[in-house]
Protein backbone atom coordinates (compact mmCIF):
# COMPACT_ATOMS: atom_id res chain seq x y z
CA UNK A 1 0.00 0.00 0.00
CA UNK A 2 0.94 4.01 -0.65
CA UNK A 3 0.73 5.26 2.87
CA UNK A 4 0.79 8.94 3.82
CA UNK A 5 1.86 9.36 7.44
CA UNK A 6 2.02 12.79 8.20
CA UNK A 7 3.47 13.58 12.09
CA UNK A 8 4.20 16.69 14.02
CA UNK A 9 7.74 15.15 15.53
CA UNK A 10 9.84 12.06 14.13
CA UNK A 11 13.05 10.67 15.59
CA UNK A 12 15.88 11.23 15.22
CA UNK A 13 15.03 14.73 13.37
CA UNK A 14 13.11 16.42 16.38
CA UNK A 15 11.53 15.26 19.48
CA UNK A 16 9.12 16.38 22.29
CA UNK A 17 7.71 12.74 23.58
CA UNK A 18 6.73 9.17 22.40
CA UNK A 19 4.56 10.66 19.20
CA UNK A 20 8.25 10.78 17.54
CA UNK A 21 9.66 7.45 18.75
CA UNK A 22 6.40 5.72 17.02
CA UNK A 23 6.81 8.12 14.05
CA UNK A 24 10.84 7.12 13.45
CA UNK A 25 10.33 2.88 14.08
CA UNK A 26 6.37 2.73 13.17
CA UNK A 27 7.42 3.61 9.22
CA UNK A 28 10.15 1.63 9.16
CA UNK A 29 8.49 -1.35 10.07
CA UNK A 30 6.15 -1.02 7.77
CA UNK A 31 8.26 -0.41 4.83
CA UNK A 32 10.08 -3.96 5.56
CA UNK A 33 6.89 -5.31 5.48
CA UNK A 34 6.20 -4.03 1.76
CA UNK A 35 4.74 -1.11 2.04
CA UNK A 36 5.72 2.58 0.45
CA UNK A 37 5.72 4.96 3.59
CA UNK A 38 5.73 9.00 3.06
CA UNK A 39 6.68 10.92 6.49
CA UNK A 40 5.88 14.38 6.29
CA UNK A 41 6.99 16.67 9.46
CA UNK A 42 7.78 20.65 9.51
CA UNK A 43 11.27 21.74 8.94
CA UNK A 44 12.18 22.67 12.34
CA UNK A 45 15.88 24.07 13.08
CA UNK A 46 16.58 20.66 14.80
CA UNK A 47 16.89 18.88 11.65
CA UNK A 48 19.92 20.49 10.28
CA UNK A 49 21.63 18.96 13.44
CA UNK A 50 19.98 15.30 13.18
CA UNK A 51 22.92 13.75 11.95
CA UNK A 52 20.81 12.73 8.59
CA UNK A 53 21.79 14.52 5.45
CA UNK A 54 18.67 16.45 3.89
CA UNK A 55 18.75 17.81 0.56
CA UNK A 56 15.92 19.97 -1.36
CA UNK A 57 13.46 18.26 -3.47
CA UNK A 58 13.28 21.48 -5.68
CA UNK A 59 9.90 21.49 -5.15
CA UNK A 60 7.66 24.69 -4.22
CA UNK A 61 3.77 24.14 -2.73
CA UNK A 62 1.58 27.04 -2.77
CA UNK A 63 -0.68 26.52 0.50
CA UNK A 64 -3.87 28.38 1.10
CA UNK A 65 -4.19 29.72 4.34
CA UNK A 66 -7.11 32.37 4.98
CA UNK A 67 -6.95 34.87 2.57
CA UNK A 68 -3.29 34.00 1.83
CA UNK A 69 -1.29 32.07 -0.02
CA UNK A 70 2.17 31.39 1.31
CA UNK A 71 4.98 28.86 -0.58
CA UNK A 72 6.66 25.96 1.33
CA UNK A 73 9.64 24.38 -0.08
CA UNK A 74 9.98 20.53 0.44
CA UNK A 75 13.23 18.95 1.79
CA UNK A 76 13.92 15.27 2.12
CA UNK A 77 15.99 13.30 4.32
CA UNK A 78 18.65 10.79 2.75
CA UNK A 79 18.14 7.74 3.93
CA UNK A 80 18.08 5.16 1.42
CA UNK A 81 16.25 2.54 2.77
CA UNK A 82 13.65 1.19 0.50
CA UNK A 83 9.80 2.07 0.83
CA UNK A 84 10.66 5.03 2.90
CA UNK A 85 10.41 8.45 2.41
CA UNK A 86 10.84 11.36 4.69
CA UNK A 87 9.86 14.98 3.70
CA UNK A 88 10.30 17.80 5.45
CA UNK A 89 8.03 21.04 4.80
CA UNK A 90 9.43 24.35 5.40
CA UNK A 91 8.15 27.80 6.40
CA UNK A 92 10.76 29.41 8.03
CA UNK A 93 8.49 32.22 9.67
CA UNK A 94 6.31 29.12 11.46
CA UNK A 95 9.11 26.39 11.55
CA UNK A 96 12.65 27.81 12.30
CA UNK A 97 12.16 28.11 16.40
CA UNK A 98 14.08 27.23 18.96
CA UNK A 99 11.04 24.63 19.91
CA UNK A 100 8.93 22.43 18.86
CA UNK A 101 5.11 24.03 19.99
CA UNK A 102 6.46 26.58 22.71
CA UNK A 103 8.61 28.19 24.96
CA UNK A 104 8.91 28.77 28.89
CA UNK A 105 5.78 31.38 28.56
CA UNK A 106 3.53 28.68 27.27
CA UNK A 107 2.44 27.14 23.76
CA UNK A 108 3.50 29.76 20.69
CA UNK A 109 -0.01 31.79 20.12
CA UNK A 110 -0.29 31.01 16.74
CA UNK A 111 -0.09 27.41 16.98
CA UNK A 112 -3.24 27.45 15.08
CA UNK A 113 -1.70 28.82 11.78
CA UNK A 114 1.28 26.58 11.92
CA UNK A 115 -0.51 23.75 12.12
CA UNK A 116 -3.28 24.53 9.52
CA UNK A 117 -0.98 25.36 7.05
CA UNK A 118 1.12 22.27 7.87
CA UNK A 119 -1.93 20.41 7.59
CA UNK A 120 -2.80 22.17 3.66
CA UNK A 121 1.10 21.90 3.24
CA UNK A 122 0.84 17.59 3.31
CA UNK A 123 -2.22 17.44 1.27
CA UNK A 124 -0.70 19.74 -0.93
CA UNK A 125 2.32 17.72 -1.20
CA UNK A 126 0.52 14.85 -1.86
CA UNK A 127 -1.04 15.80 -4.75
CA UNK A 128 2.03 17.15 -6.06
CA UNK A 129 4.05 13.74 -5.58
CA UNK A 130 1.42 12.23 -8.41
CA UNK A 131 0.81 9.18 -6.76
CA UNK A 132 -2.73 7.76 -5.81
CA UNK A 133 -2.39 7.29 -2.00
CA UNK A 134 -4.22 4.14 -0.24
CA UNK A 135 -3.68 5.39 3.64
CA UNK A 136 -3.37 8.75 5.23
CA UNK A 137 -2.70 7.79 9.19
CA UNK A 138 -2.36 11.07 10.75
CA UNK A 139 -1.18 11.34 14.72
CA UNK A 140 -2.49 13.80 17.29
CA UNK A 141 -3.86 17.18 17.36
CA UNK A 142 -1.26 18.43 14.59
CA UNK A 143 -2.88 16.34 12.00
CA UNK A 144 -6.71 16.42 12.70
CA UNK A 145 -7.50 18.92 10.38
CA UNK A 146 -6.24 17.07 7.36
CA UNK A 147 -8.82 13.98 8.24
CA UNK A 148 -11.50 16.94 7.26
CA UNK A 149 -9.89 18.37 4.43
CA UNK A 150 -9.64 14.70 3.53
CA UNK A 151 -13.37 14.24 3.30
CA UNK A 152 -14.32 18.42 2.18
CA UNK A 153 -11.80 20.15 0.07
CA UNK A 154 -9.77 17.69 -1.48
CA UNK A 155 -12.46 14.98 -1.36
CA UNK A 156 -12.69 15.24 -5.65
CA UNK A 157 -8.66 14.87 -5.60
CA UNK A 158 -7.74 12.24 -7.54
CA UNK A 159 -4.58 11.47 -5.36
CA UNK A 160 -6.95 10.41 -2.56
CA UNK A 161 -9.79 8.98 -4.57
CA UNK A 162 -9.15 5.38 -3.21
CA UNK A 163 -7.88 7.22 -0.07
CA UNK A 164 -8.38 6.13 4.00
CA UNK A 165 -8.06 7.50 7.03
CA UNK A 166 -7.13 6.71 10.25
CA UNK A 167 -6.24 9.05 13.49
CA UNK A 168 -3.93 7.49 15.86
CA UNK A 169 -4.08 9.21 19.60
CA UNK A 170 -0.57 9.30 20.79
CA UNK A 171 -2.34 11.24 24.39
CA UNK A 172 -6.08 12.94 24.32
CA UNK A 173 -5.26 15.54 26.80
CA UNK A 174 -3.38 17.22 24.12
CA UNK A 175 -6.17 18.89 21.30
CA UNK A 176 -5.48 21.82 19.79
CA UNK A 177 -7.81 23.93 21.28
CA UNK A 178 -8.15 27.33 19.78
CA UNK A 179 -10.91 30.70 19.34
CA UNK A 180 -13.61 30.22 16.50
CA UNK A 181 -11.76 32.94 14.48
CA UNK A 182 -9.33 30.60 14.03
CA UNK A 183 -11.90 28.46 11.07
CA UNK A 184 -11.68 31.48 8.50
CA UNK A 185 -7.76 30.17 8.72
CA UNK A 186 -8.98 26.89 7.23
CA UNK A 187 -10.99 27.65 4.79
CA UNK A 188 -13.24 24.49 5.15
CA UNK A 189 -17.17 25.49 5.18
CA UNK A 190 -18.41 27.23 7.82
CA UNK A 191 -20.94 23.82 8.00
CA UNK A 192 -18.38 21.72 9.97
CA UNK A 193 -18.51 23.96 12.89
CA UNK A 194 -21.09 22.98 14.99
CA UNK A 195 -21.32 20.13 17.65
CA UNK A 196 -21.10 17.23 15.42
CA UNK A 197 -18.13 18.61 13.49
CA UNK A 198 -14.98 20.57 14.62
CA UNK A 199 -16.74 22.82 17.32
CA UNK A 200 -15.95 22.14 21.08
CA UNK A 201 -17.35 24.37 23.79
CA UNK A 202 -17.65 27.47 21.05
CA UNK A 203 -13.96 26.79 20.45
CA UNK A 204 -12.18 24.81 17.01
CA UNK A 205 -10.73 21.67 18.35
CA UNK A 206 -8.51 20.21 15.62
CA UNK A 207 -8.29 16.85 17.93
CA UNK A 208 -12.13 16.48 17.44
CA UNK A 209 -11.85 17.49 13.67
CA UNK A 210 -9.86 14.03 13.31
CA UNK A 211 -12.04 12.05 15.32
CA UNK A 212 -14.97 13.00 13.55
CA UNK A 213 -13.56 12.70 10.23
CA UNK A 214 -11.50 10.31 10.23
CA UNK A 215 -12.33 6.82 8.54
CA UNK A 216 -11.24 4.79 11.83
CA UNK A 217 -9.09 5.85 14.88
CA UNK A 218 -7.06 4.45 17.11
CA UNK A 219 -4.48 4.29 20.02
CA UNK A 220 -1.47 3.24 21.48
CA UNK A 221 -2.69 0.49 23.47
CA UNK A 222 -6.26 -1.85 23.74
CA UNK A 223 -7.03 -0.62 27.41
CA UNK A 224 -6.11 2.83 26.46
CA UNK A 225 -9.12 2.37 23.67
CA UNK A 226 -11.32 1.39 26.34
CA UNK A 227 -10.30 3.98 29.30
CA UNK A 228 -10.98 7.17 27.20
CA UNK A 229 -14.46 6.74 25.90
CA UNK A 230 -15.23 7.25 29.98
CA UNK A 231 -15.37 10.47 31.81
CA UNK A 232 -12.19 9.66 33.99
CA UNK A 233 -10.03 9.68 31.04
CA UNK A 234 -12.25 10.95 27.97
CA UNK A 235 -11.10 14.69 28.58
CA UNK A 236 -14.56 15.80 27.13
CA UNK A 237 -14.12 13.74 24.15
CA UNK A 238 -15.60 10.55 25.53
CA UNK A 239 -18.97 11.08 23.85
CA UNK A 240 -17.48 11.74 20.86
CA UNK A 241 -15.20 8.40 20.68
CA UNK A 242 -18.37 6.35 22.50
CA UNK A 243 -20.35 8.02 18.88
CA UNK A 244 -17.53 6.16 16.94
CA UNK A 245 -18.27 2.62 17.94
CA UNK A 246 -16.17 -0.15 17.15
CA UNK A 247 -14.54 2.48 14.94
CA UNK A 248 -12.15 3.22 18.03
CA UNK A 249 -9.20 0.41 18.48
CA UNK A 250 -6.09 0.34 20.25
CA UNK A 251 -2.53 -0.65 19.31
CA UNK A 252 0.19 -1.72 21.42
CA UNK A 253 3.51 0.74 20.30
CA UNK A 254 6.76 -1.05 20.10
CA UNK A 255 10.42 -1.06 21.21
CA UNK A 256 12.82 -0.13 18.66
CA UNK A 257 14.82 -3.47 19.28
CA UNK A 258 17.90 -1.96 17.49
CA UNK A 259 18.14 1.16 19.96
CA UNK A 260 16.80 -0.61 23.20
CA UNK A 261 19.04 -4.02 23.36
CA UNK A 262 21.02 -4.36 26.45
CA UNK A 263 23.08 -7.13 24.21
CA UNK A 264 25.08 -4.16 22.33
CA UNK A 265 23.91 -0.74 23.70
CA UNK A 266 26.95 1.33 22.84
CA UNK A 267 26.22 3.35 26.13
CA UNK A 268 26.64 0.67 28.85
CA UNK A 269 29.94 -0.26 30.45
CA UNK A 270 29.14 -4.04 29.99
CA UNK A 271 27.06 -5.98 27.18
CA UNK A 272 24.92 -8.76 28.61
CA UNK A 273 22.48 -11.52 27.97
CA UNK A 274 19.08 -12.84 29.50
CA UNK A 275 21.35 -15.38 31.22
CA UNK A 276 24.30 -12.83 32.56
CA UNK A 277 23.08 -11.52 35.85
CA UNK A 278 26.72 -11.45 36.85
CA UNK A 279 27.08 -8.79 34.02
CA UNK A 280 23.77 -6.90 35.24
CA UNK A 281 24.84 -6.84 39.05
CA UNK A 282 28.57 -5.41 37.55
CA UNK A 283 26.36 -2.05 36.13
CA UNK A 284 24.59 -1.27 39.19
CA UNK A 285 28.19 -1.54 40.89
CA UNK A 286 29.37 0.79 38.26
CA UNK A 287 26.15 2.91 38.72
CA UNK A 288 26.77 3.31 42.23
CA UNK A 289 30.21 4.23 42.01
CA UNK A 290 29.15 7.05 39.10
CA UNK A 291 26.32 8.77 41.37
CA UNK A 292 27.91 8.21 44.88
CA UNK A 293 25.96 5.93 45.86
CA UNK A 294 26.70 3.25 48.76
CA UNK A 295 25.14 -0.17 48.55
CA UNK A 296 23.31 -1.65 51.18
CA UNK A 297 23.43 -4.90 51.55
CA UNK A 298 20.10 -7.04 50.01
CA UNK A 299 18.89 -3.77 49.47
CA UNK A 300 17.04 -3.79 45.45
CA UNK A 301 17.49 -0.62 43.77
CA UNK A 302 14.31 0.84 42.41
CA UNK A 303 14.64 3.25 39.37
CA UNK A 304 11.60 5.89 38.25
CA UNK A 305 12.84 7.48 34.99
CA UNK A 306 10.66 9.89 33.07
CA UNK A 307 8.45 13.12 33.31
CA UNK A 308 8.18 14.48 37.05
CA UNK A 309 3.91 15.40 37.17
CA UNK A 310 1.19 13.96 38.81
CA UNK A 311 0.42 12.01 35.68
CA UNK A 312 2.92 9.54 36.12
CA UNK A 313 2.16 9.29 39.35
CA UNK A 314 4.40 11.48 41.18
CA UNK A 315 1.82 12.80 43.86
CA UNK A 316 1.16 9.43 44.76
CA UNK A 317 5.32 9.04 44.88
CA UNK A 318 5.43 12.19 47.18
CA UNK A 319 2.53 10.54 49.43
CA UNK A 320 4.42 7.29 50.01
CA UNK A 321 6.33 8.25 53.02
CA UNK A 322 7.00 4.51 54.05
CA UNK A 323 8.97 3.78 50.82
CA UNK A 324 12.71 4.77 51.84
CA UNK A 325 11.86 3.30 55.40
CA UNK A 326 11.99 -0.13 53.65
CA UNK A 327 15.19 -2.19 52.91
CA UNK A 328 15.49 -0.41 49.21
CA UNK A 329 17.49 2.31 47.62
CA UNK A 330 16.15 4.97 44.91
CA UNK A 331 17.15 6.02 41.85
CA UNK A 332 15.14 8.76 40.02
CA UNK A 333 16.23 10.89 36.90
CA UNK A 334 13.90 13.72 34.87
CA UNK A 335 12.31 17.22 35.21
CA UNK A 336 9.24 17.78 35.59
CA UNK A 337 6.94 20.11 37.75
CA UNK A 338 9.02 22.58 40.33
CA UNK A 339 7.54 21.06 43.27
CA UNK A 340 8.44 18.00 42.68
CA UNK A 341 12.23 18.95 42.52
CA UNK A 342 11.89 20.51 45.85
CA UNK A 343 10.02 17.71 47.33
CA UNK A 344 13.09 15.45 46.17
CA UNK A 345 15.85 17.27 46.95
CA UNK A 346 14.38 18.21 50.04
CA UNK A 347 13.98 14.06 50.54
CA UNK A 348 17.25 13.47 49.74
CA UNK A 349 18.84 15.52 52.56
CA UNK A 350 17.02 13.43 54.66
CA UNK A 351 17.69 9.79 53.11
CA UNK A 352 21.02 10.61 51.62
CA UNK A 353 22.30 6.87 51.80
CA UNK A 354 19.00 5.54 50.12
CA UNK A 355 17.74 7.97 47.40
CA UNK A 356 19.85 9.77 44.21
CA UNK A 357 18.08 12.71 42.72
CA UNK A 358 19.24 13.77 39.07
CA UNK A 359 16.99 16.21 37.56
CA UNK A 360 18.08 16.20 33.75
CA UNK A 361 17.35 14.67 30.80
CA UNK A 362 20.60 12.34 30.48
CA UNK A 363 20.09 9.86 27.56
CA UNK A 364 23.23 7.95 28.46
CA UNK A 365 22.38 7.95 32.55
CA UNK A 366 18.93 6.67 31.45
CA UNK A 367 20.78 3.69 29.69
CA UNK A 368 22.59 2.71 32.07
CA UNK A 369 20.03 3.01 35.60
CA UNK A 370 17.77 1.11 32.82
CA UNK A 371 20.16 -1.49 32.90
CA UNK A 372 21.70 -0.97 36.46
CA UNK A 373 18.47 -1.18 38.50
CA UNK A 374 16.40 -3.60 39.97
CA UNK A 375 13.32 -2.82 40.02
CA UNK A 376 11.22 0.01 37.90
CA UNK A 377 8.29 2.43 38.95
CA UNK A 378 5.59 3.33 36.84
CA UNK A 379 2.75 4.36 39.16
CA UNK A 380 0.73 6.73 36.37
CA UNK A 381 -2.17 8.44 36.94
CA UNK A 382 -3.07 7.47 32.94
CA UNK A 383 -0.38 6.20 30.61
CA UNK A 384 -1.78 5.49 26.66
CA UNK A 385 0.73 3.07 26.05
CA UNK A 386 4.57 4.02 28.30
CA UNK A 387 7.45 3.12 27.43
CA UNK A 388 9.55 2.93 30.54
CA UNK A 389 8.48 -0.51 31.15
CA UNK A 390 8.49 -2.07 27.51
CA UNK A 391 12.41 -0.93 27.81
CA UNK A 392 12.84 -2.03 31.62
CA UNK A 393 11.88 -5.62 30.55
CA UNK A 394 14.30 -5.86 27.92
CA UNK A 395 17.16 -5.07 30.21
CA UNK A 396 15.84 -7.68 32.83
CA UNK A 397 14.57 -4.56 35.40
CA UNK A 398 11.21 -5.60 36.83
CA UNK A 399 8.27 -2.95 36.57
CA UNK A 400 5.74 -1.74 38.98
CA UNK A 401 2.90 -0.48 37.19
CA UNK A 402 -0.74 1.08 38.26
CA UNK A 403 -2.67 -1.22 35.59
CA UNK A 404 -3.95 1.31 33.37
CA UNK A 405 -3.16 1.91 29.43
CA UNK A 406 -0.76 0.31 28.06
CA UNK A 407 0.99 -0.36 31.82
CA UNK A 408 -2.18 -3.15 31.56
CA UNK A 409 -1.53 -4.55 28.45
CA UNK A 410 2.17 -5.31 29.18
CA UNK A 411 2.57 -6.07 32.61
CA UNK A 412 0.74 -8.98 34.61
CA UNK A 413 1.44 -10.08 37.90
CA UNK A 414 4.43 -12.22 38.85
CA UNK A 415 2.81 -15.63 40.88
CA UNK A 416 6.01 -16.96 40.98
CA UNK A 417 6.16 -19.09 37.54
CA UNK A 418 4.67 -16.56 35.39
CA UNK A 419 4.04 -12.48 34.80
CA UNK A 420 6.63 -10.33 34.09
CA UNK A 421 6.70 -7.70 37.08
CA UNK A 422 4.05 -6.60 40.11
CA UNK A 423 1.00 -4.34 39.66
CA UNK A 424 -1.43 -2.50 41.60
CA UNK A 425 -5.35 -0.57 40.63
CA UNK A 426 -6.05 1.70 43.34
CA UNK A 427 -4.47 4.92 42.66
CA UNK A 428 -3.26 5.84 46.03
CA UNK A 429 0.18 5.59 47.82
CA UNK A 430 -0.78 2.34 49.80
CA UNK A 431 -1.28 0.65 46.47
CA UNK A 432 2.19 1.56 45.19
CA UNK A 433 3.45 0.81 48.66
CA UNK A 434 1.87 -2.55 48.92
CA UNK A 435 3.23 -3.76 45.39
CA UNK A 436 6.89 -2.72 46.23
CA UNK A 437 6.93 -4.67 49.05
CA UNK A 438 5.71 -7.78 47.16
CA UNK A 439 8.35 -7.29 44.91
CA UNK A 440 11.01 -6.98 47.34
CA UNK A 441 9.71 -10.00 48.80
CA UNK A 442 10.39 -11.76 45.49
CA UNK A 443 13.96 -10.21 45.05
CA UNK A 444 15.06 -11.72 48.68
CA UNK A 445 13.92 -15.10 46.57
CA UNK A 446 16.72 -15.46 44.02
CA UNK A 447 15.70 -18.21 41.97
CA UNK A 448 12.11 -16.49 41.70
CA UNK A 449 13.86 -13.09 41.13
CA UNK A 450 15.69 -14.74 38.28
CA UNK A 451 12.29 -16.42 37.03
CA UNK A 452 10.20 -12.81 36.74
CA UNK A 453 13.42 -10.72 35.31
CA UNK A 454 13.90 -13.90 32.51
CA UNK A 455 10.19 -13.38 31.81
CA UNK A 456 10.47 -10.18 31.10
CA UNK A 457 13.72 -9.98 28.73
CA UNK A 458 11.59 -12.95 26.75
CA UNK A 459 8.46 -10.73 25.95
CA UNK A 460 8.22 -9.86 22.29
CA UNK A 461 7.53 -6.31 22.45
CA UNK A 462 8.81 -5.50 18.67
CA UNK A 463 7.78 -3.07 16.34
CA UNK A 464 7.59 -5.83 13.97
CA UNK A 465 4.58 -7.27 15.62
CA UNK A 466 3.06 -3.89 16.01
CA UNK A 467 3.39 -3.07 12.55
CA UNK A 468 1.78 -6.43 11.29
CA UNK A 469 -1.12 -5.18 13.44
CA UNK A 470 -1.66 -1.81 11.36
CA UNK A 471 -1.31 -3.87 7.90
CA UNK A 472 -4.13 -5.58 9.31
CA UNK A 473 -6.00 -2.51 9.84
CA UNK A 474 -5.24 -0.64 6.91
CA UNK A 475 -6.12 -4.14 4.39
CA UNK A 476 -9.11 -3.55 6.65
CA UNK A 477 -10.03 -0.24 5.44
CA UNK A 478 -9.36 -0.94 1.88
CA UNK A 479 -11.52 -3.79 1.89
CA UNK A 480 -14.39 -1.50 3.39
CA UNK A 481 -13.92 0.89 0.93
CA UNK A 482 -14.34 -1.44 -2.09
CA UNK A 483 -17.38 -2.92 -0.48
CA UNK A 484 -19.03 -0.03 -0.11
CA UNK A 485 -18.05 1.10 -3.54
CA UNK A 486 -19.14 -2.45 -5.02
Given at each position: MNILFPVSECVPFAKTGGLADVAGALPQALAKGGHQVSVVMPMYRHIHNAGVSVTSTHLTLQVPLGQQTIPAEVWEAQLFEPGLRIYFIQCTPFFERAELYGNGEGDYPDNDQRFVFFSRAVLELGKALKQSWDILHGHDWHTGLILVYLKTLYAAEPAYKHCKSLLTIHNLAYQGIFPPESMALTGLPTSVFNAEGVEFWGRLNFLKAGLVFSDWINTVSPTYAREIKTPEFGHGLDGVLRARGNKVSGILNGLDYAVWNPENDP???????????????????????????????????????????????????????????????????????????????????????????????????????YAGADMFLMPSRFEPCGLGQLIAMRYGTVPIVRTTGGLADTVTEFDGTHGNGFTFADYSAEGLLTAVKRACEVYANPTAWEKVTHNGMLADFSWERSAGEYDRLYRQLQLSARIFKN
Open positions: LLPINYQSHERKRKLEIKAKLFEERQMFPLENAPLVALVGRLDEQKGLDILAAASELLHLNLQLIILGTGARKYHEYLLNLKSKFARKLSVNLEFNNELAHKI
